[in-house]
């Protein structure tokens, strides 16, 4: 997946002296930690992971905290014995993205229209609330936190869904979702996902009655519409939206999508 940060070349040499430090002592302590140590090394780090500025942010604050002297020592935490990084690294992870959470809770707001219990609940934060956990437990942890922790994980699956929701205009609606694909499939992915979260109206269902096809359709497409001239106000406008949206009622308007022998050039 391509970044989107224009990399400088002194970032570039900044990250590859990162990315070196940080899988070269991996190495080294993989070769001389015994078995039980080792389940508690990270991953090695690449510039794929890196979509960005805030993932290169990321990187950084944990590189620092795995290559610091001493990072390996021993701590106790949640009554267990692990090195000192991996709980660093296991807090900073959840604190990213419990503020990632309280960011998606505060855009779930009645005024809004999007506030649910469902969304809440699955937004809410994560916490280490028992005294103590299992080696098994805290690594699992951390592993779930780290692949959130980079925007590019999450673009990545954000793709897959606009994917997934294109085909589904296609097969739903036919021909009706045409000026829909046409408009959402230049969209960015983690933009495109974030617009849905809380649109129940934006959703792509299985409808019977072609009227009402045609009238979810425009709805649809209104909808995705507003979100365009958020984005791009300088190419989306009112006046613009309503002639477009008139489609619907026009080359492929009620009348003739009613008709049973209708049949699309």
Do not use: C, H
Request: glycine share 2%; charged share 35%.
């Amino acid at each position: 997946m391509a970044s989107k940060i224009r990399w400088t070349e002194e970032e570039k040499v900044e990250f590859r002296k990162i990315r070196k430090n940080y899988n070269a002592k991996i190495n080294r302590l993989a070769a001389k930690l015994p078995p039980e140590q080792r389940q508690f090394l990270p991953e090695k780090i690449s510039m794929d992971q890196i979509y960005s500025r805030k993932d290169f942010n990321r990187a950084k604050k944990m590189a620092s905290m795995f290559t610091a002297r001493g990072s390996e020592e021993t701590v106790v935490y949640k009554k267990q014995e692990v090195p000192k990084f991996f709980k660093q690294q296991l807090q900073y992870t959840q604190k990213v993205e419990n503020s990632k959470r309280a960011a998606k809770r505060k855009a779930f707001t009645p005024e809004k229209g999007t506030a649910t219990q469902a969304k809440q609940a699955a937004n809410a934060p994560f916490k280490m609330a028992k005294p103590k956990y299992e080696v098994e437990e805290l690594i699992k942890r951390k592993e779930s936190m780290e692949k959130r922790l980079f925007d590019a994980d999450a673009v990545a699956k954000a793709q897959v869904y606009k994917d997934r929701y294109i085909e589904s205009v296609k097969v739903e609606l036919g021909a009706l979702g045409n000026p829909i694909v046409d408009m959402i499939k230049d969209i960015p992915a983690d933009k495109f996902v974030k617009s849905l979260e809380g649109e129940y109206e934006l959703n792509i269902a299985f409808v019977s009655d072609i009227t009402d096809s045609v009238i979810r359709a425009q709805a649809i497409y209104n909808k995705w519409y507003d979100f365009q001239m958020e984005l791009k106000p300088d190419k989306y406008s009112e006046e613009d939206k309503q002639e477009k949206s008139d489609f619907f009622y026009g080359e492929y308007g009620i009348e003739d999508l009613m008709n049973p022998y209708y049949v699309e050039d």
